[in-house]
C-alpha cells in the first residue's frame, strides 16, 4: 500500500474546496456578533425536527433523502449573542455588506469575475446543522486562476455562505448542536479540477491559503479553515473528501486515496474475471442461535436477527486491504454503520470473533453457497450484520448494495477524512437538486469597482526585509502573524522596526512558553507598549516583563503595570550607582581578571536594573567603572 | 428563448450553461448553473443561445403522481380545507415571493406524517394569501365547514394563512354551531423549508380535530421547539409575532388546550363544548359595514368623517376605554344616527371600564357599549355578526356568545 503510484499514467485528477471563515463584525444575514461561546454559557435550549422538501424544479436530492431517513430530534443552544435569525425564527436581514467587500476583495486576488448579480441560494442540509434545514449560499465569482510550480490551477467558482452550527454531541433521540457558530461568513473557493500530483494539492492549497490572509479579513486558528479534495484518476470515480484538517495532510490523503481507487478498479476487473454476482439477501438467525459470539450474543438476546448477503466470487477480496489498514470489507462496514448498525462481519475474516468454523460452514449453506469455497483464500463470500431487525435488514442491504458497485469499480460519493490520512464513507455527492433559491433575501447587484487590492503577504514579507531591514524569518514571521498592522504603527511611531518586530512575535512566544497567559493581550496593549518604547519611558529588555504584567493583569494600563513591576527606564545615575554597587561587590575578581569580568557582571547588573535600564548604557557604565579600578 | 430551456450564456471571456429561469427583472438573465447555483447575468452584455427546448416545465414543477390513500372504517373522517397561506405555499418564480398554489391533495402530500391519523376529504375554498382575505371568504368558508360537517367528517381542519387567522376563526366562532371541533392551523416558516411548523402543527391540528372538544380552536406552536402545539379559543386569540413559529397567544388567559407532539395526546385546561352536545346550525349573515378605528393622541375627531352613517363602529381606545374628550361629541352624533359603537381597549389585555373617570362616563353617556374584555379585532367581527343576526346589538355585544367575552378576569387560569 506504501506503493509510489505514477499520477500522470493513473490520470490523477484532483481540485480543491477551500472554506475559510472570514473575520466580519457581524453575521452573513443578521447583526449577531461573530464571537464563539462556551456550551455552559448557553442561556436557552430549544428543540426542532427536519423534513425534507423538493427543489423549484421539483427534484429531491439523494444525499438529503438518505439523511432524512432516521427521523431526529435536534437539540440547539442559544446565547445571549444570538437571535431569532439563527434559530430560524425571524427571516435573514439582507447580506452583510461588509462579507460581501471581503468575498469581492479575495475573488480579485484570484483573478475571478465577479457576477453580474449576485443570486442567494438554500443548500438542503438536513443534518440539522442549520436550523432552516439548509445552508444559505451564493455564487459570488467565477473563473480565476492561482499559480504553483506545476503549472496554473484555474479557480472555478467563489461562493459566500454562511457557517453552520457546531455539532456538540449525540443525545439519545438526535444530535445537539450550538449556535454560535451559525451564521458567521464563510467563502468557499472551488478550483478546476487542474490538479496532477498530491504535491500540487498541497501547494495549491497553500497558495490560496496565503491569498487568503492577506486580506487581513480572514479568521484564524483552529476549525476556521477546512479543505475539502476531489480525487479522482482514470477509470475511476469523482470523490469528495471533507473534513480535512491541516494542510499537511492532502498530500497524504490524495495519495491514498489513489491508492484505493487504483485498489478497487483491480477488484473490480477480477470480479469481473470470476463472474462475481450479489446474492439476495436473507435471514440466517437459526444459524447463530446457539452462538458463543458475544456481538452476535448480544444482538440476538435484545430480540435482534442475524441477516447475511452471499457473495459468489468475492473469496478473498472482500478482505483486502485497499488503503492503509482499511480493507473492501471495511466500506462494506461503513455502509452498514451509516443504517445504524455496528458494524459487519465477513467470512474472509472468519472464523473469529467468537464465531465457529462450524458455524461459517452453516452460514455458506444457508445461502447455497458450498461451504468448501467460502473464506479467506477461495473463491466466495458472504457478509452478515446482526442487530434489531429492522437495523440489521436495512444495514445489509447497503451492504448488498455497495457489493454491487465494487464490481462496477469505484463510487462517486463523499468521504469523511480520517486520522490517518485515510478516508471513509460518508454520504451520497450532493446534486443540484438539493439547490432552490433563498426567496427571503433579495438578488444583490455588486459593484467589484469598490474593491481594493491588499498587500500579499508574500509582498509584505518583501516589503519588511527591504524597507525596515528585518531578516527574512522575521520578516515573514510579521507578515504571516496576526499583528502585522501593530507592527507597521509601531514603527510608524518611531520604534526600532527589529524590536517591533520581535515584540509582536518571538517575545510571544517566549513569554506564552514561561505560562503567560497572552490571549488576554489586547491591540492596546501593545499600542501602550511601543508608546512607552517610543518615548524612553520603557527599555528594550523591560518588554517581556512588562507584557507578561499585562497578560496577568489585562486591566492595568501599559504605564500602571510598568510602574508596578518597576519598569521605567532608569536614568543614568541610578544606572551609575547599581553598576558600582555591583562592581564594588565583586572587588576582587576584578582586580584579579580585569576586563575579562564584563562578560559576568553585565548579567548581575541587569539583574540589579531589573530591566529597566537599556543594555548599551549598562554596558558603557559598566566598562567605564571597570576600567577604573582594574587600573 | 423561454425560462425552462437549457442555455449556454457568454459574457465577456467567460461561459455559463444551465437552465434559463424566469426573471423578475428585465436586466439579467437567471441561469441555474448545473451546480445547482442561480447567477444573473447582463442581458445587455451578455449572449444567449439555446440548446434544448424545454427541459423543464417551470410553470408546474415536475410533481410526482399523487398517492392513492385508502379509506380505513376505524378511523374518523377529517375535512382538510384549504383557503391558501404559507402551510400551503410554494415559491412563484416570477416574482420571487412565496404564493398559494396547492390544493388540499398537496399538503397531504407534503405532509406525509399526517397518513394514519385519520381519513381525510380535502378541499380548496379559496386560494388567497390572508391579509387578502374578506368577509365574503369567511361566509363561503363557513358554509364549507357546515357542508363537510353534515356530510358526515367527524372533525374539521382549516388550513389559513396565519396574518387573519385570528379574524377568520373569530367570525366562523359566531356564524356556526358546531358539533364537531373545527380548528385552525397554518405555518409561521413557509412550507418549502425543510424547518417548517407546518408538519407539527398540521398533525397536531388534526389531532385536535378528532378530539372531543366541540369548538372553534386555532392550533399553533406553544413555543419554539417542535413540542407542544397550544389549542387557543378561535374568539380569543392573538398573533403577537410577526415571524416566531409560537407568534399565537390567548389573551387574558392560558390557552384552552395543548397537544403533545411526541405522545400525540390532546389535553384541555377548561371546561369545553363536548362532541355531538350541540347541533349543527349556520348563520353566516354579515353587516359589513362596520370599522374598527384605533385612537392615538393627537388624532382628530375629523378621523370619524369616514366612519359617518356606518351600521357599526368598535373604537381600539386607550387604558380602561378612552379617547380624546373632544371626540365624545362626535361619537354622540355617530349613536344619535344608528351606529353602534363599541369601545375596546388598545392594551388588548383586560377589561373596558368606562365608569372609573369622567371621560368614560362621558363617553357611556353619548351611548358606547363597553367592550367588556373583548379583543378589538373580535368585536369587529362580532358586530358585524350581531348586526346581520339580532335585533339587540347593545345587549348583544355585552354578553359572551361565543367564549369572546370571560366573566371573570383569571389570568393565571
Known amino acids: 500500500m506504501t506503493a509510489e503510484y505514477e499520477y500522470d499514467d493513473l490520470g490523477l485528477v484532483a481540485g480543491l474546496e477551500i472554506h475559510q471563515q472570514l473575520d466580519t463584525a457581524t453575521k452573513l444575514f443578521c447583526n449577531c456578533p461573530t464571537a464563539l461561546q462556551e456550551p455552559d454559557e448557553s442561556s436557552k435550549t430549544i428543540s426542532r425536527y427536519l423534513h425534507p422538501t423538493t427543489s423549484e424544479l421539483g427534484e429531491l436530492d439523494e444525499a438529503a433523502l438518505e439523511e432524512s431517513q432516521v427521523e431526529r430530534e435536534f437539540e440547539y443552544l442559544m446565547y445571549d449573542s444570538t437571535c431569532l435569525v439563527e434559530a430560524d425564527d425571524e427571516p435573514p436581514h439582507r447580506v452583510d455588506d461588509e462579507a460581501l467587500a471581503v468575498s469581492m476583495e479575495i475573488a480579485q486576488l484570484l483573478d475571478m469575475s465577479v457576477v453580474d448579480q449576485i443570486h442567494v441560494m438554500r443548500k438542503l442540509v438536513i443534518d440539522g446543522s442549520n436550523t432552516s434545514g439548509f445552508q444559505r449560499t451564493m455564487m459570488v465569482a467565477t473563473d480565476g486562476e492561482i499559480e504553483t510550480s506545476e503549472g496554473p490551477v484555474g479557480v472555478e467558482d467563489l461562493m459566500l455562505e454562511e457557517e453552520s452550527a457546531q455539532r456538540l454531541t449525540e443525545t439519545e433521540s438526535g444530535v445537539r448542536y450550538s449556535l454560535d457558530r451559525l451564521g458567521i461568513p464563510l467563502v468557499e473557493i472551488g478550483t478546476k479540477p487542474d490538479i496532477r500530483s498530491p504535491q500540487q494539492a498541497q501547494e495549491a492549497a497553500e497558495r490560496i491559503g496565503m491569498l487568503l490572509r492577506s486580506t487581513g479579513e480572514v479568521r484564524r486558528g483552529l476549525g476556521t479553515i477546512r479543505q475539502d479534495v476531489n480525487v479522482s484518476i482514470a477509470e475511476g470515480a469523482r470523490v469528495e473528501i471533507k473534513g480535512v484538517q491541516s494542510l499537511e495532510d492532502i498530500e497524504a490523503i490524495v495519495r491514498n486515496e489513489v491508492g484505493r481507487q487504483a485498489e478497487l478498479l483491480e477488484i473490480a476487473s477480477e470480479l469481473d474475471e470470476r463472474d462475481a454476482t450479489v446474492g439476495d439477501i436473507q435471514d440466517v438467525t437459526s444459524v447463530f442461535e446457539e452462538t458463543d459470539s458475544g456481538v452476535i450474543q448480544g444482538a440476538l438476546g435484545d430480540g435482534g436477527k442475524v441477516w447475511a448477503v452471499p457473495l459468489p466470487g468475492f473469496g478473498g477480496l472482500v478482505g483486502r486491504e485497499i488503503q492503509p489498514d482499511r480493507r473492501l470489507g471495511t466500506e462494506f462496514s461503513d455502509h452498514a454503520k451509516r443504517h445504524g448498525a455496528g458494524g459487519i462481519f465477513h467470512t474472509d475474516e472468519l472464523p473469529a470473533y467468537g464465531v465457529t468454523e462450524s458455524e461459517v460452514e452453516a452460514l455458506a449453506e444457508a445461502v447455497d453457497l458450498d461451504p468448501a469455497v467460502v473464506g479467506e483464500d477461495t473463491t466466495d463470500a458472504v457478509a452478515i450484520v446482526a442487530d434489531d431487525p429492522e437495523t440489521a435488514e436495512q444495514a445489509i442491504d447497503a451492504v448488498a448494495k455497495r457489493a454491487e458497485t465494487a464490481m462496477d469499480g469505484v463510487p462517486e460519493e463523499t468521504r469523511d477524512a480520517t486520522e490517518e490520512a485515510t478516508t471513509r464513507y460518508l454520504r451520497p455527492l450532493p446534486g443540484a437538486a438539493r439547490m432552490y433559491p433563498e426567496t427571503d433575501v433579495p438578488p444583490v447587484e455588486p459593484d467589484p469597482e469598490t474593491v481594493e487590492t491588499p498587500e500579499l503577504l508574500t509582498e509584505k514579507t518583501e516589503r519588511y526585509q527591504d524597507e525596515f531591514d528585518l531578516d527574512a524569518g522575521l520578516a515573514e514571521q510579521v507578515a504571516y502573524g496576526q499583528r502585522w498592522a501593530l507592527f507597521e504603527e509601531a514603527v510608524e511611531r518611531g520604534v526600532d522596526a527589529t524590536l517591533a518586530a520581535q515584540t509582536v512575535e518571538s517575545t510571544i512566544t517566549e513569554i506564552r512558553r514561561d505560562g503567560a497567559p497572552v490571549e488576554n493581550l489586547t491591540d492596546e496593549h501593545f499600542r501602550d507598549v511601543f508608546a512607552l518604547l517610543a518615548e524612553d519611558e520603557l527599555a528594550k529588555e523591560g518588554v517581556p516583563n512588562l507584557l507578561s504584567a499585562l497578560a496577568e493583569n489585562p486591566e492595568l494600563s501599559a504605564e500602571a503595570a510598568a510602574e508596578q513591576e518597576d519598569l521605567g527606564s532608569a536614568a543614568e545615575d541610578e544606572v551609575r550607582e547599581a553598576v558600582v554597587r555591583v562592581v564594588e561587590r565583586n572587588a576582587e575578581q576584578i582586580s584579579e581578571e580585569g576586563m575579562a569580568a564584563f562578560s559576568g557582571l553585565m548579567g548581575e547588573c541587569m539583574g540589579e536594573l531589573r530591566g529597566k535600564a537599556d543594555g548599551d548604557v549598562v554596558s558603557d557604565v559598566l566598562r567605564e567603572e571597570i576600567g577604573k579600578r582594574a587600573d | ?413
Open chain 2, 1 to 413: 428563448m423561454n425560462a425552462g430551456d437549457r442555455v449556454r450564456v457568454d459574457r465577456d471571456d467567460q461561459t455559463f450553461e444551465g437552465v434559463l429561469l424566469p426573471s423578475s427583472n428585465e436586466a439579467q438573465l437567471v441561469v441555474k448553473l448545473d451546480s445547482g447555483y442561480n447567477v444573473g447575468l447582463d442581458r445587455e452584455a451578455a449572449t444567449a443561445t439555446v440548446l434544448e427546448a424545454d427541459v423543464y416545465d417551470i410553470e408546474s414543477g415536475d410533481v410526482s403522481d399523487q398517492s392513492t390513500v385508502e379509506f380505513d372504517d376505524d378511523l374518523p373522517t377529517i375535512s382538510l380545507i384549504s383557503t391558501g397561506g404559507t402551510i400551503a405555499s410554494t415559491v412563484d418564480y416570477r416574482t420571487g415571493a412565496v404564493t398559494a398554489q396547492f390544493d388540499a391533495e398537496d399538503v397531504l402530500r407534503a405532509v406525509p406524517e399526517l397518513a394514519g391519523l385519520a381519513n381525510y376529504r380535502g378541499r380548496v375554498v379559496a386560494n388567497i394569501l390572508s391579509e387578502n382575505m374578506t368577509p365574503s371568504v369567511w361566509q363561503d368558508l363557513a358554509e364549507a365547514i357546515h357542508d363537510e360537517i353534515q356530510a358526515g367528517a367527524d372533525g374539521v381542519v382549516v388550513m389559513h394563512g396565519t396574518d387573519t387567522m385570528q379574524f377568520t376563526a373569530s367570525a366562523i366562532s359566531f356564524m356556526l354551531e358546531t358539533p364537531v371541533p373545527i380548528v385552525f392551523t397554518g405555518s409561521q416558516r413557509s412550507a418549502d423549508r425543510p424547518s417548517s411548523d407546518n408538519v407539527m402543527n398540521a398533525v397536531a391540528a388534526v389531532e385536535a380535530a378528532t378530539s372531543d372538544a366541540a369548538e372553534v380552536m386555532l392550533c399553533m406552536h406553544a413555543a419554539e421547539s417542535d413540542d407542544v402545539c397550544a389549542l387557543h379559543r378561535g374568539t380569543r386569540a392573538r398573533k403577537n409575532h410577526t415571524s416566531r413559529r409560537d407568534a399565537f397567544e390567548t389573551i387574558g388567559r392560558k390557552p384552552l388546550g395543548v397537544v403533545d407532539y411526541d405522545a400525540r395526546e390532546v389535553t384541555f385546561r377548561r371546561e369545553y363544548a363536548e362532541r355531538d352536545e350541540t347541533a349543527l346550525a349556520l348563520h353566516a349573515d354579515l353587516e359589513t359595514d362596520v370599522d374598527l378605528v384605533k385612537f392615538t393622541p393627537g388624532a382628530e375627531p375629523s378621523m370619524l368623517d369616514p366612519v359617518d352613517g356606518a351600521a357599526g363602529l368598535v373604537i381600539e381606545g386607550t387604558g380602561l376605554g378612552h379617547v380624546n374628550t373632544d371626540w365624545i361629541d362626535r361619537i354622540d352624533a355617530l349613536v344619535e344616527a344608528g351606529t353602534t359603537v363599541v369601545m375596546t381597549s388598545q392594551c388588548l389585555d383586560g377589561r373596558i371600564c368606562d365608569r372609573v373617570y369622567d371621560t368614560g362616563r362621558d363617553l357611556l353617556d353619548a351611548g358606547v357599549i363597553e367592550g367588556e374584555d373583548m379583543l378589538p379585532g373580535t368585536a369587529m367581527v362580532k358586530l358585524m355578526w350581531v348586526l346581520g343576526n339580532r335585533d339587540d346589538p347593545v345587549a348583544a355585544m355585552g354578553k359572551p356568545l361565543a367564549g369572546e367575552i370571560t366573566d371573570r378576569s383569571v389570568p393565571w387560569e
